[in-house]
């Protein structure tokens, strides 16, 4: 499980689009990396996973450098919606999900 | 789409007693887990449940603790004589396969104790 670090907060206004890096410097070679987005009172919920390069869904985008040991979500045109806390997980054929203390994103109107 | 469901969502217990925590994981899941977090803190590991026995747990999940998958649909996870500090938002999640598999996560059960 590689150790990852990532701001504790970030601010943004509706129609913006929102970068949240996530550091894992110790990341191993089979790590993957995976975000999870947690509204208040709910349970993580997978937003996106990649291994390297480039990955993209219908929610957001993740970037990876070749040297993996960053990786940055992109949330298009983010809507008051989106706040809520992002979570940055480094990890490969491991039993569980280890959780940091994520980003709280608020975005204003 | 399919999800996890946990029941109920709101338990108020007294001190000492025990509780029983319920979730109905995906049903072609394999792995399954729980998960507490107190009120502001971060998501913590508490066990992880895989082929019918515990595969992992954390130093939370001490003696008071037990798992069961009594009837192949259900996952619960069973306090046996809480304290106060046991009161957080428990949250159930389930997997498919093993290696990086995206996990889905109840709702949460919010254990108040008093």
């Known amino acids: 499980l590689a150790k990852t670090t990532q701001p504790i907060s970030m601010d943004s206004y509706e129609g913006q689009e929102v970068n949240i890096t996530c550091s894992h410097n110790?990341?191993?070679?089979?790590?993957?990396i995976t975000w999870y987005q947690q509204f208040p009172s709910q349970g993580p919920r997978f937003i996106i996973q990649g291994y390297k390069t480039k990955v993209t869904n219908e929610v957001a985008s993740l970037f990876i450098p070749a040297d993996r040991k960053s990786s940055t979500l992109s949330l298009p045109r983010v809507s008051l919606s989106d706040t809520a806390v992002y979570y940055c997980?480094?990890?490969?054929?491991?039993?569980?999900?280890?959780f940091g203390t994520g980003t709280r994103l608020q975005v204003f109107p | 789409e399919p999800e996890v469901t946990q029941t109920p969502s709101h338990q108020v217990t007294q001190m000492g007693q025990e509780v029983i925590l319920r979730c109905v994981p995906i049903?072609?899941?394999?792995?399954f887990y729980w998960y507490r977090q107190i009120l502001g803190q971060k998501v913590e590991f508490l066990v992880s449940f895989y082929n019918n026995e515990i595969s992992e747990k954390s130093e939370i999940f001490d003696d008071q603790f037990s798992v069961e998958r009594p009837d192949g649909s259900n996952f619960t996870l069973k306090i046996r004589s809480t304290k106060l500090e046991d009161s957080a938002m428990y949250f159930c999640?389930?997997?498919?396969?093993?290696?990086?598999?995206?996990?889905?996560f109840g709702q949460g059960t919010r254990l108040t104790v008093v």
């Open positions: 110790n990341i191993a070679t089979n790590d993957y």
């Open positions: 999640a389930s997997r498919e396969g093993y290696v990086n598999t995206e996990a889905f």
């Open positions: 997980l480094a990890s490969y054929n491991t039993d569980k999900l280890i």
């Open positions: 049903s072609n899941h394999l792995y």
